[in-house]
């Protein structure tokens, strides 16, 4: 699969996409002069406009209503909210891919405990799951003062052990129909370990069901964390801003880091009114999984290749 997969266009341009927003996520200030909060808009000395701006008036995406650019803020954020959903997702399938070893080598005595488990949380919305954990979070931040490290690393945690329990039962199962084969039951037959076995033929044979699904957690772990935004749980924590205008001024949460979600929770009022600040975060959310959805086909034909030239 590794030497196919870069003759799959799907894959190329998918992946093309994907690292080009992490990259200029972390040159953007070679690009981009990083510009001031424009809460007013002047004509002639007189007022005409407060923020959020539109796309005509602060060219190309327009401003939310602090002020901030949106381009700006979209890609400095893309770094946080695509690289933090690749971790969570890597970790779901790494932890995943061993829970579900164990439970197939000791089926007999686990299954319940672990059946009743992922038939606990199977059916649970994953979003109200993560808000009830990681909502007393932003609790202990405001009292506490605890740190973004400490924060987003517990963020994580939740994040990655709310996905473990459902892709356990989907790996047991390809770890069952995989050691049905011929050539493994007989390794089994002559006496081999369990962990020679799946060191040397079992994992070797999912290695690339393990891509295939790291890409589709991708895909879940974000659509989770604009669920979240929108909840006003935002990655990595909050800092707390003034907003108001002369006469009358308050403070505001907003996200720390800046990534995509945050932006969606903090302006999700605006969607009568101002519905760009809105849509250009989910356009950059629904160009995400469009580019993993271009590299999960392009994963799917060149396994689909490489069954059909094995079965030759």
Same mark, same amino acid.
């Given at each position: 699969?590794?030497?196919?997969?870069?003759?799959?266009?799907?894959?190329?341009?998918?992946?093309?996409?994907?690292?080009?927003?992490?990259?200029?996520?972390?040159?953007?200030?070679?690009?981009?002069?990083?510009?001031?909060?424009?809460?007013?808009?002047?004509?002639?000395? @007189?007022?005409?406009?407060?923020?959020?701006?539109?796309?005509?008036?602060?060219?190309?995406?327009?401003?939310?209503?602090?002020?901030?650019?949106?381009?700006?803020?979209?890609?400095?954020?893309?770094?946080?909210?695509?690289?933090?959903?690749?971790?969570?997702?890597?970790?779901?399938?790494?932890?995943?891919?061993?829970?579900?070893?164990?439970?197939?080598?000791?089926?007999?005595?686990?299954?319940?405990?672990?059946?009743?488990?992922?038939?606990?949380?199977?059916?649970?919305?994953?979003?109200?799951?993560?808000?009830?954990?990681?909502?007393?979070?932003?609790?202990?931040?405001?009292?506490?003062?605890?740190?973004?490290?400490?924060?987003?690393?517990?963020?994580?945690?939740?994040?990655?052990?709310?996905?473990?329990?459902?892709?356990?039962?989907?790996?047991?199962?390809?770890?069952? @129909?995989?050691?049905?084969?011929?050539?493994?039951?007989?390794?089994?037959?002559?006496?081999?370990?369990?962990?020679?076995?799946?060191?040397?033929?079992?994992?070797?044979?999912?290695?690339?069901?393990?891509?295939?699904?790291?890409?589709?957690?991708?895909?879940?772990?974000?659509?989770?964390?604009?669920?979240?935004?929108?909840?006003?749980?935002?990655?990595?924590?909050?800092?707390?801003?003034?907003?108001?205008?002369?006469?009358?001024?308050?403070?505001?949460?907003?996200?720390?880091?800046?990534?995509?979600?945050?932006?969606?929770?903090?302006?999700?009022?605006?969607?009568?009114?101002?519905?760009?600040?809105?849509?250009?975060?989910?356009?950059?959310?629904?160009?995400?999984?469009?580019?993993?959805?271009?590299?999960?086909?392009?994963?799917?034909?060149?396994?689909?290749?490489?069954? @059909?030239?094995?079965?030759?």
């Amino acid at each position: 699969m590794r030497h196919t997969i870069w003759k799959q266009p799907q894959f190329l341009i998918g992946s093309f996409i994907i690292i080009s927003l992490i990259m200029l996520s972390f040159m953007y200030l070679l690009f981009f002069d990083h510009p001031e909060e424009v809460k007013y808009l002047y004509e002639d000395g @007189r007022l005409v406009d407060v923020a959020p701006f539109s796309p005509s008036q602060v060219p190309p995406f327009g401003t939310d209503k602090f002020g901030r650019n949106l381009l700006i803020l979209l890609i400095n954020g893309a770094k946080y909210t695509l690289l933090v959903a690749i971790v969570i997702a890597v970790f779901r399938v790494v932890f995943s891919g061993l829970f579900a070893i164990v439970y197939h080598q000791y089926n007999a005595k686990l299954k319940p405990l672990l059946e009743d488990i992922i038939e606990s949380t199977i059916f649970v919305p994953a979003s109200i799951l993560a808000y009830l954990l990681m909502a007393p979070l932003a609790v202990k931040q405001a009292e506490k003062g605890s740190g973004f490290l400490e924060i987003v690393t517990i963020q994580c945690i939740i994040l990655i052990l709310i996905g473990v329990p459902p892709l356990i039962s989907i790996f047991s199962k390809d770890i069952a @129909r995989i050691s049905r084969k011929e050539h493994i039951v007989s390794t089994f037959s002559l006496g081999a370990k369990h962990r020679y076995v799946y060191i040397k033929h079992v994992l070797p044979e999912m290695a690339s069901r393990f891509l295939l699904v790291i890409a589709q957690q991708i895909i879940q772990v974000l659509i989770l964390l604009a669920h979240l935004g929108v909840l006003l749980i935002f990655l990595g924590g909050v800092k707390t801003i003034l907003d108001g205008d002369l006469l009358s001024t308050h403070e505001v949460f907003v996200s720390l880091t800046g990534e995509w979600s945050g932006l969606i929770g903090n302006n999700f009022q605006e969607i009568v009114h101002n519905p760009h600040v809105i849509l250009i975060p989910l356009a950059f959310f629904s160009l995400t999984i469009f580019s993993m959805n271009l590299i999960i086909n392009g994963m799917q034909n060149t396994m689909k290749q490489t069954d @059909r030239g094995s079965g030759s």
